[in-house]
Protein backbone atom coordinates (compact mmCIF):
# COMPACT_ATOMS: atom_id res chain seq x y z
CA UNK A 1 0.00 0.00 0.00
CA UNK A 2 1.05 3.21 -0.77
CA UNK A 3 0.49 6.48 1.20
CA UNK A 4 0.04 9.36 0.19
CA UNK A 5 -0.42 13.01 1.99
CA UNK A 6 -1.04 16.24 0.34
CA UNK A 7 0.41 20.09 1.05
CA UNK A 8 -0.17 23.34 0.23
CA UNK A 9 -2.97 24.20 -0.78
CA UNK A 10 -4.38 27.57 0.27
CA UNK A 11 -6.10 31.01 -0.85
CA UNK A 12 -4.64 32.45 -3.57
CA UNK A 13 -5.59 35.85 -5.80
CA UNK A 14 -5.93 34.99 -9.51
CA UNK A 15 -2.65 35.58 -11.58
CA UNK A 16 -0.47 33.88 -8.82
CA UNK A 17 1.02 30.68 -7.66
CA UNK A 18 1.31 28.00 -5.22
CA UNK A 19 3.12 24.97 -4.89
CA UNK A 20 1.27 21.88 -4.07
CA UNK A 21 3.62 18.62 -2.34
CA UNK A 22 2.93 15.15 -1.62
CA UNK A 23 4.54 12.90 0.41
CA UNK A 24 4.78 9.25 -0.56
CA UNK A 25 5.39 6.05 1.85
CA UNK A 26 4.64 2.69 1.95
CA UNK A 27 6.33 1.06 -1.31
CA UNK A 28 9.28 2.00 -3.33
CA UNK A 29 8.35 5.64 -4.67
CA UNK A 30 10.65 5.33 -8.10
CA UNK A 31 8.11 1.94 -8.85
CA UNK A 32 5.00 4.13 -9.17
CA UNK A 33 3.74 6.97 -12.01
CA UNK A 34 3.14 9.96 -9.83
CA UNK A 35 -0.33 12.23 -10.82
CA UNK A 36 -2.27 15.29 -9.33
CA UNK A 37 -6.17 15.28 -10.12
CA UNK A 38 -8.72 17.97 -8.72
CA UNK A 39 -12.18 18.29 -8.27
CA UNK A 40 -14.37 21.39 -8.10
CA UNK A 41 -17.13 22.09 -6.36
CA UNK A 42 -20.01 20.32 -7.83
CA UNK A 43 -17.75 18.67 -10.84
CA UNK A 44 -16.32 15.23 -11.38
CA UNK A 45 -12.63 14.65 -10.56
CA UNK A 46 -10.45 15.33 -13.81
CA UNK A 47 -6.72 14.75 -14.11
CA UNK A 48 -3.93 17.34 -14.03
CA UNK A 49 -0.62 15.70 -14.97
CA UNK A 50 1.20 12.86 -14.69
CA UNK A 51 4.73 12.08 -14.34
CA UNK A 52 7.36 8.86 -15.29
CA UNK A 53 8.75 6.68 -12.53
CA UNK A 54 12.17 8.54 -13.48
CA UNK A 55 10.72 11.81 -14.03
CA UNK A 56 11.61 11.67 -17.65
CA UNK A 57 8.31 12.37 -19.10
CA UNK A 58 5.23 14.05 -17.99
CA UNK A 59 1.52 14.67 -19.70
CA UNK A 60 -0.62 17.95 -19.04
CA UNK A 61 -4.55 18.23 -19.16
CA UNK A 62 -5.19 20.91 -21.81
CA UNK A 63 -6.33 23.22 -18.99
CA UNK A 64 -3.27 23.52 -17.12
CA UNK A 65 -0.75 22.74 -20.14
CA UNK A 66 1.90 25.58 -19.84
CA UNK A 67 0.83 26.96 -16.43
CA UNK A 68 1.28 24.17 -14.03
CA UNK A 69 4.66 21.76 -13.75
CA UNK A 70 4.67 18.63 -12.12
CA UNK A 71 8.20 17.53 -11.10
CA UNK A 72 9.44 14.55 -8.69
CA UNK A 73 12.40 13.77 -6.28
CA UNK A 74 12.93 10.49 -5.39
CA UNK A 75 15.30 10.85 -2.87
CA UNK A 76 12.75 12.74 -1.36
CA UNK A 77 9.68 10.04 -1.97
CA UNK A 78 7.79 13.33 -3.31
CA UNK A 79 6.10 14.75 -5.97
CA UNK A 80 5.21 18.33 -6.54
CA UNK A 81 2.65 20.37 -8.59
CA UNK A 82 3.89 24.44 -9.29
CA UNK A 83 1.11 26.18 -10.11
CA UNK A 84 1.61 29.55 -12.17
CA UNK A 85 -1.58 32.13 -13.47
CA UNK A 86 -3.82 30.63 -11.70
CA UNK A 87 -7.42 31.46 -12.71
CA UNK A 88 -10.53 31.14 -10.47
CA UNK A 89 -11.53 27.97 -12.54
CA UNK A 90 -8.60 26.46 -11.19
CA UNK A 91 -10.21 25.99 -7.39
CA UNK A 92 -10.60 22.31 -6.43
CA UNK A 93 -9.54 20.08 -4.02
CA UNK A 94 -6.35 18.88 -5.39
CA UNK A 95 -5.48 14.93 -5.16
CA UNK A 96 -1.94 13.23 -5.76
CA UNK A 97 -2.48 9.92 -6.95
CA UNK A 98 -0.17 6.85 -7.91
CA UNK A 99 -0.41 4.21 -10.48
CA UNK A 100 2.10 1.21 -11.07
CA UNK A 101 2.04 2.07 -15.10
CA UNK A 102 2.53 4.52 -17.19
CA UNK A 103 -0.01 5.32 -19.78
CA UNK A 104 2.00 8.23 -21.80
CA UNK A 105 -1.53 10.13 -21.64
CA UNK A 106 -4.47 11.36 -19.30
CA UNK A 107 -5.59 8.86 -16.53
CA UNK A 108 -9.17 8.32 -15.65
CA UNK A 109 -7.72 7.16 -12.24
CA UNK A 110 -4.96 5.70 -10.08
CA UNK A 111 -4.31 2.54 -8.06
CA UNK A 112 -3.52 5.25 -4.31
CA UNK A 113 -4.73 8.58 -3.63
CA UNK A 114 -4.34 10.76 -0.94
CA UNK A 115 -7.04 12.38 1.18
CA UNK A 116 -6.73 15.95 -1.37
CA UNK A 117 -5.32 19.62 -0.34
CA UNK A 118 -7.77 22.72 -1.28
CA UNK A 119 -6.33 25.65 -3.71
CA UNK A 120 -8.81 28.69 -3.63
CA UNK A 121 -8.23 30.98 -6.32
CA UNK A 122 -10.11 34.33 -5.72
CA UNK A 123 -10.93 36.89 -8.92
Known amino acids: QVQLVEVGGRLVQAGGSLRLSCAAS????????MGWFRQAPGKEREFVAS????????YYADSVKGRFTISRDNAKNTVYLQMNGLKPEDTAVYYC????????????????WGKGTLVTVSS
Open 97 to 112: AADPLWRGGPYAGMQH
Open 26 to 33: GRTFSNYV
Open 51 to 58: ISYSGGST
